[in-house]
């Protein structure tokens, strides 16, 4: 099995989306109203990343087997004043068929490498609090929950984001 991982360019908006979108509705199922999943289009995430990708607000990179795109994460400067010179992961997905094939992992250190040599000692992410698999994998890698929360609304389902970090004193990658 052939893997690599690139930098995602303005040409692969569309692949991103589609991963998230892919990803979202299995990932999520029993998480998010499951209205709002069968009508979640595999093109909603193209013009952020459009906008990210062009204006570097964000990097993003892509993992891909045997030539086919399976997962991305994207990541950048903390969007939160309390977390300056600190860095973010804002969004980590692979399609539901790669998922525990350890291409998560592969990406995350890609990031994680990236990111220090941005000179981002620490990085945080959000994580819905009803997500136990993503919650385990980041804790598996070192991620420990802050206790912040932070709440949005998605077809008048009220959903709660745990704040994770990972500092180079709880995780000697980034060191």
Partial sequence: MNVKIRKATLEDVNTISNIYALSWKSAYKGIVPQKYLDELKCTFWVSSFQNWINNNILTAQLIYENELPVGCIAYGKARDDKFANWGEIKSFYLLPDHFRKGYGQKLLQTALIDMKTKGY???????????????????????????????????????????????????????
């Fill in 121 to 175: 000692e620490n990085c945080y992410l959000w994580v819905l609090k009803e997500n136990y698999n993503a919650k385990n994998f980041y804790e598996s890698n070192g991620f420990i929950c802050n206790n912040d929360e932070c709440t949005c609304e998605i077809v008048q389902k009220q959903l709660v984001d745990v704040r994770y970090i990972l500092t180079s004193v709880n995780h000697t990658k980034l060191a």
